[in-house]
């Protein structure tokens, strides 16, 4: 049997329905069954994604059989309208729009008021009575056929329309008189040959498939294509294309056109929230050229009567679609409406954007009108729109002029001015300052001036720099990877890509969400966390399996990430503790030191600093899992980078400043990330863990004997690749734990486990596993040796490479679940083999990602870790996994 690529709707005809979204696209769908539950749609009829995607499979042809298929459901349509396509008389006039699975809104391309030619136009104007309405849909549909399917530049006609107004002396279309219009339409159409040196088409059958190749190849055109990438839609999909009746909102001030959604999109509101415009056609309303009026008289500012008052019966009828619709779909939905003659006609209704408030308040309030339960109002909410709510955003009414783009590494907006050092931005802060800490890229180094700044710009790095991931963990705002922005320490400035110089002092603005750089302040508005998002989340802990941890180095990011839910600390990263201003000198004595002695000597200068850092997260997570991850960065990090630092030291150290440079440049590596760091540094350097372990266990020990602390700290020996690395420095960490825990007196149970990051480390978890209590995933690393990437460097290239559809998505952000994914799911497999008790969990910048979090639920982690911020998208996420196994 052939395949059946048109769909027809129509009263007691239409043959698709709801349910077939994927084949006739959200729009077609939605047309059949607001037909088939009685609503007044014009008929139509559908061709399909499958149709779509034959189109590009074949070199942009159609397959057999197509052609006559159309001309069925063509004749279908004329008998139910009761006209004839390209008749002169009593001329069908047609409308040509996308429809993809999911809504796109604005993205592809719309024709209307097809069919229209010379001699249709007479018929039009015998039909209606009014020349002025029927040339009005002429020149309408010439402009909008000579820009979507013959490719002009729509500013050409446009400026031809401008002038017959400057002309006239008229500031509206609707001021132009009907003899205006038809000398439109001539003035278009020579426009047009002397453009194109082509005809415009006159013949109604050439105009419909023009229409619909148009409509598919606005499939690949590329604001779609973009729209796409950023909604994570598959190209494959394709779109469906919709061929309707057209009725008209502009055949005089009985007829409108309107768009309005059942509740309001901003704020989540149950109030009828739109606009409409008399005598105008749908694109009038969008477009712009008029002002539009509203829907209700509660919104009307008493300048424009509403549509309540000016057609009330119609009114009326929408209120009731409204009413019909939600309990129809159990969604808030985006509708689209002609009034034609006082009579109202459904042109469109799909499920409406909104924002993360509104989706929220819906959610909830759907619940408490019983018209979606629990589970579908947590299915309702995207993970990743709660962004919106964790975070300051910039005021979308407020003016902005962007200077540079990067990546949107840490979400929310922020205003200061520049500082190039983190010592600058820390200065500025105890003056009261608002600054913002531009650097060609961040290191730890740098961590107390990313505290203090608002926000942090960065020229290099990726998703998961240092930059990012240190600002997501602290709730910064953070562009990162800002490449056209060219900065000099030395001059302390940047230049822009246009070559315009920003200098220290100077305000500009970030939006972590979009990347964007901004000139000046620009305003923000504060993130509100309401009643009904502590209500969604309540249920959303009543579905999920998956724990989530975070990720936090200091008390203020573990009270920030508890607050946001968190169940514990699943990464503290113990090197940011060691930059703090008391005691880098003592770190880099110890790094310098000749010894063991002297080695040991710096290190308990450090012992009472971790200690205290320890006591700090144990209070603020008390009766939470810990997990202290042991030193892991190369030691060439820590050292100092100028000749005062290091004369500095040399005057600490007692020994002469040119034989503290010969040792820093010895320690110095080409590779550091592949290099002397993590477990190879508890190796060479045991002294360094067993001063890490003490000071964990003597802070579990005190706590538990002077405040009754229940502890079970989780001791972490990072970038482990082989067992016997890990059967070393467990033996050892007992041996210091036990004697911590003698010397105490007390009873502590404790965890030693390790950090998977390395493909070598998942392949042999089986055989790590008989030396680990528990592993976690580093899956920013894994992804960099999985790959052979610098997640540092890989921002340069990797977004080319996302653009040209090489790579789905950058795996920095999103994990790679066929190839690092495959690695994870190995580990736990082979984990589990050893020891069927092992705590898994993930640790990378993924575990806040909703689809790698869903991705965690299926493959049987126990919990997910991530930045303070990103809590509440995990753990809505996990809610998402469950329940969406549970469908089925």
């Not at 809504?103 to 136009?121: A, E, F, I």
Request: charged letters at 25%; a negative charge.
């Amino acid at each position: 049997m052939a395949a059946k690529y048109v769909y027809f709707f129509g009263a007691d005809q239409t043959e698709g329905g709801g349910q077939m979204r994927n084949l006739l696209g959200g729009k077609g769908a939605n047309l059949a069954e607001m037909t088939a539950i009685g609503l007044p749609v014009p008929a139509g009829f559908t061709l399909t994604t499958e149709l779509c995607t034959e189109f590009y499979r074949n070199d942009r042809r159609y397959p057999e059989g197509v052609r006559e298929e159309l001309a069925e459901n063509l004749a279908k349509l004329e008998k139910a309208m009761d006209k004839r396509f390209g008749d002169s008389t009593n001329p069908l006039l047609l409308s040509v729009r996308s429809g993809s699975r999911v809504s796109m809104p604005g993205m592809m391309d719309t024709v209307l008021n097809l069919g229209l030619n010379d001699t249709t136009v007479q018929g039009l104007i015998d039909q209606s009575g009014d020349a002025r309405f029927a040339y009005d849909s002429y020149r309408r549909f010439i402009q909008m056929y000579a820009n979507v399917v013959l490719g002009m530049d729509g500013e050409i006609l446009e400026h031809i329309l401008e002038n017959m107004k400057e002309t006239r002396g008229v500031d509206l279309d609707t001021e132009l008189t009907a003899d205006d219009l038809k000398q439109l339409v001539s003035l278009f159409k020579a426009k047009v040959k002397e453009t194109l040196n082509r005809e415009f088409p006159e013949d109604p059958e050439e105009q419909l498939w023009g229409a619909i190749n148009a409509v598919f190849g606005s499939w690949m055109n590329p604001r779609a294509v973009t729209y796409r990438k950023l909604n994570n839609i598959p190209a494959e999909w394709g779109t469906a294309v919709n061929v309707q009746a057209m009725v008209f909102g502009n055949m005089g001030n009985d007829c409108a056109t309107g768009v309005a959604f059942t509740r309001n999109p901003s704020t989540g509101e149950n109030r009828f929230f739109g606009e409409f415009l008399l005598n105008a056609q749908g694109e009038d309303v969008v477009a712009g050229i008029r002002t539009p009026q509203p829907i209700d008289k509660i919104s009307s500012d008493g300048q424009l009567p509403s549509l309540e008052e000016v057609m009330p019966d119609c009114y009326q009828q929408l209120l009731d679609i409204r009413e019909l619709l939600e309990k129809h779909y159990h969604d808030m939905q985006d509708i689209e409406f002609t009034i034609e003659k006082d009579k109202l006609y459904m042109l469109q209704t799909r499920n409406g954007k909104r924002t993360a408030t509104a989706a929220v308040k819906i959610a909830v309030d759907m619940v408490k009108e019983g018209l979606i339960d629990k589970k579908e109002a947590v299915l309702r909410v995207a993970p990743e729109q709660l962004d919106q709510l964790l975070h300051p955003s910039l005021d979308p009414k407020a003016t902005k002029e962007i200077i540079a783009t990067g990546l949107p590494a840490s979400p929310g907006a922020a205003s200061g001015e520049i500082v190039f050092s983190a010592e600058d931005a820390e200065n500025a802060a105890k003056l009261g300052l608002k600054v913002i800490l531009v650097r060609i890229e961040t290191s730890p180094e740098d961590i107390h001036g990313m505290n203090a700044a608002q926000g942090i710009l960065t020229a290099r790095g990726g998703m998961t720099s240092h930059a990012a991931v240190v600002a997501r963990g602290m709730g910064k705002c953070c562009v990162a990877g800002c490449g056209s922005v060219k900065v000099d320490y030395k001059t302390q400035q940047f230049t822009t890509a246009s070559g315009e110089v920003f200098k220290k002092g100077d305000v500009i603005t970030l939006d972590g969400s979009t990347g964007e750089v901004m000139k000046g302040s620009v305003d923000t508005v504060q993130p509100s966390l309401t009643g009904d998002f502590g209500k969604l989340m309540e249920w959303v802990d009543q579905f999920r399996r998956l724990h989530v941890r975070t990720n936090a180095d200091t008390p203020n990011d573990a009270a920030v990430a508890r607050n946001f839910g968190a169940e514990g600390i699943g990464l503290c990263r113990t090197e940011h503790m060691f930059f703090e201003g008391d005691r880098i000198m003592a770190v880099r004595e110890m790094i310098l030191s000749e010894d063991v002695e002297g080695r040991k000597t710096a290190l308990g200068k450090i012992l009472p600093m971790q200690k205290g850092d320890f006591l700090g997260l144990f209070r603020e997570m008390k009766g939470l899992p810990v997990t202290i991850r042991l030193l892991d960065p190369p030691l060439h990090e820590f050292l100092p980078h100028t000749d005062k630092e290091l004369d500095e030291l040399a005057e600490v150290m007692k020994v002469p400043a040119k034989m503290l440079k010969q040792k820093v440049d010895y320690l110095h590596e080409f590779n550091p990330m592949l290099g002397h760091r993590g477990c190879r540094l508890g190796v060479t350097f045991p002294e360094i863990y067993d001063m890490q372990v003490q000071a964990i266990m003597e802070a579990a020990c005190e706590l538990i004997c002077e405040e009754g602390f229940e502890i079970v700290p989780e001791i972490m020996i990072p970038l482990v690749g082989h067992v016997a690395e890990l059967k070393v420095l467990r033996a050892r960490a007992i041996r210091v734990a036990d004697e911590v825990i003698t010397r105490f007196g007390v009873e502590v149970k404790y965890l030693i486990g390790t950090m998977i990051e390395l493909p070598r480390a998942a392949l042999t978890a089986d055989e790590i596993a008989k030396e680990a209590e528990f592993f976690s995933f580093g899956t920013n690393d894994l992804t960099q040796t999985t790959f052979g990437l610098s997640r540092d460097d890989a921002g340069k290239f990797l977004p080319s490479y996302v653009q040209r559809e090489i790579l789905p998505n950058d795996p920095f952000v999103v994990l790679d679940q066929d190839g690092v994914g495959q690695l994870v799911r190995i580990g736990c497999e082979k984990g589990r083999k050893t020891r069927p008790d092992i705590k898994l969990g993930i640790c990378g910048e993924h575990g806040g990602e909703p689809s790698s979090v869903i991705f965690c639920h299926n493959s049987g982690l126990d919990y997910v870790s991530c930045s303070p911020y990103r809590v509440p998208i995990a753990r809505l996420a996990a809610a998402h996994a469950a329940l969406l196994e549970e469908r089925g």
